[in-house]
């Protein structure tokens, strides 16, 4: 089936649980019985998503990722793993798999070659796999300069692009990667982007990350998670159309005194819970009531009145930010509703 048209939970799931990459079902974590990481959270993983984990610090997404790892044992519930049940002491399964921590650290006094050597043995290869493997990832991630250089002087670029041969060893069939552009400036970050995007076109991954402008730019589905919870999983198209359009910008041009007659007129009305004008970009933020068509019609007649044009018009924020906001805002409000109604559940 095409990639594209997969889907990482809901009706659109695989038939055939045995097809899925990773399976939680009803997986909840409690820490020293005292804290609740996850708490009942089923999430279904198909073949080619590019899964993009995200939520609030806290909310769990490490903890998840640990449980399909196998890291750590389910307080209740159950993890699948190429349909088969993810252990502690599930390591022919962890051999497909690869991972990066947030924050990777190394030995220091080894170096890019050294180390990945050492990894290619953990993994079992022989030496005439391990060498030619090791060699053609130090190339792919461009640390073929500093590959017989001491680890301890790398710069966070190059331990990222090392933890990403580390993680690529073993040629893993799904890539588990925590937060892999923590820390990195502009040219390494769009490095990993880029990596990424190549490694989409015959890996399965899931990404966590704070960076939502990442996600949006890599993934094709998302999870979001809020206090333990599983608030959302579904592809990014459903996620953005879940945005609340209620805020927008106006670039203008015309005259500043009929601009600033209209926007004082606007002011009164009672679609709009603010209206600022910073030189000729308009803002507008409706109220919750109002009917965003309507609303932005009567602007664009006034403006019209006042013989201002309008040259561009665009929703505020970054789409994706703002859907998970408005989710885990309204998965906040909620409270204890959720508990009783299925449907949240």
């Given at each position: 089936?095409?990639?594209?048209?997969?889907?990482?939970?809901?009706?659109d799931?695989?038939?055939?649980?045995a097809d899925?990459?990773?399976?939680?079902?009803?997986?909840?974590?409690?820490?020293?019985?005292?804290?609740?990481?996850?708490?009942?959270?089923?999430?279904?993983?198909?073949?080619?998503?590019?899964?993009?984990?995200?939520g609030?610090?806290?909310?769990?997404?490490?903890?998840?990722?640990?449980?399909?790892?196998?890291?750590?044992?389910?307080?209740?519930?159950?993890?699948?793993?190429f349909?088969?049940?993810?252990?502690?002491?599930?390591?022919?399964?962890?051999?497909?798999?690869?991972?990066?921590?947030?924050?990777?650290?190394?030995?220091?006094?080894?170096?890019?070659?050294?180390?990945?050597?050492?990894?290619?043995?953990?993994?079992?290869?022989?030496?005439?796999?391990?060498?030619?493997?090791?060699?053609?990832?130090?190339?792919?991630?461009?640390?073929?300069?500093?590959?017989?250089?001491?680890?301890?002087?790398?710069?966070?670029?190059?331990?990222?692009?090392?933890?990403?041969?580390?993680?690529?060893?073993?040629?893993?069939?799904?890539?588990?990667?925590?937060?892999?552009?923590?820390?990195?400036?502009?040219?390494?970050?769009?490095?990993?982007?880029?990596?990424?995007?190549?490694?989409?076109?015959?890996?399965?991954?899931?990404?966590?990350?704070?960076?939502?402008?990442?996600i949006?730019?890599?993934?094709?589905?998302?999870?979001?998670?809020?206090?333990?919870?599983?608030?959302?999983?579904?592809?990014?198209?459903?996620?953005?159309?879940r945005?609340?359009?209620?805020?927008?910008?106006?670039?203008?041009?015309?005259?500043?005194?009929?601009?600033?007659?209209?926007?004082?007129?606007?002011?009164?009305?009672?679609?709009?819970?603010?209206?600022?004008?910073?030189?000729?970009?308009?803002?507008?933020?409706?109220?919750?009531?109002?009917?965003?068509?309507?609303?932005?019609?009567?602007?664009?007649?006034?403006?019209?009145?006042?013989?201002?044009?309008?040259?561009?018009?665009?929703?505020?924020?970054?789409?994706?930010?703002?859907?998970?906001?408005?989710?885990?805002?309204?998965?906040?409000?909620?409270?204890?509703t959720?508990?009783?109604?299925?449907?949240?559940?």
């Open positions: 089936m095409p990639r594209a048209g997969r889907a990482a939970k809901g009706t799931m695989a038939d055939n649980a899925l990459v990773a399976e939680t079902q009803r997986l909840t974590k409690i820490y020293q019985n005292r804290q609740i990481a996850l708490n009942d959270v089923s999430l279904r993983v198909e073949p080619g998503t590019v899964l993009g984990l995200l609030p610090n806290g909310a769990g997404k490490t903890t998840l990722l640990r449980l399909i790892l196998g890291l750590h044992r389910p307080t209740a519930g159950v993890v699948k793993v349909g088969q049940t993810m252990s502690p002491n599930a390591a022919s399964l962890r051999r497909r798999i690869g991972y990066i921590p947030t924050n990777p650290r190394f030995p220091r006094g080894m170096t890019p070659i050294t180390y990945l050597d050492f990894v290619a043995r953990l993994f079992g290869l022989p030496r005439n796999m391990r060498k030619p493997r090791l060699a053609g990832l130090i190339r792919a991630v461009d640390l073929l300069p500093q590959s017989g250089q001491s680890i301890a002087g790398f710069s966070n670029g190059m331990t990222a692009r090392l933890a990403v041969a580390a993680s690529l060893i073993n040629e893993p069939d799904l890539l588990i990667w925590d937060e892999p552009t923590h820390g990195l400036d502009i040219e390494a970050r769009r490095s990993m982007l880029d990596l990424i995007k190549r490694l989409a076109a015959d890996k399965t991954l899931i990404l966590s990350s704070h960076n939502l402008l990442d949006d730019e890599v993934c094709n589905h998302a999870a979001v998670l809020s206090r333990g919870h599983l608030i959302f999983s579904g592809s990014l198209t459903e996620l953005k159309g945005i609340r359009k209620s805020a927008f910008e106006l670039d203008l041009e015309g005259d500043q005194k009929s601009i600033t007659k209209v926007v004082t007129a606007l002011k009164t009305a009672s679609d709009f819970k603010s209206v600022t004008l910073r030189q000729r970009r308009l803002e507008l933020r409706l109220t919750d009531e109002a009917f965003a068509p309507a609303a932005l019609a009567n602007v664009c007649m006034s403006l019209a009145d006042n013989k201002v044009n309008i040259v561009a018009v665009r929703t505020i924020g970054q789409q994706t930010e703002q859907a998970f906001l408005d989710l885990v805002e309204k998965d906040e409000s909620r409270g204890f959720r508990l009783y109604t299925a449907e949240a559940a």
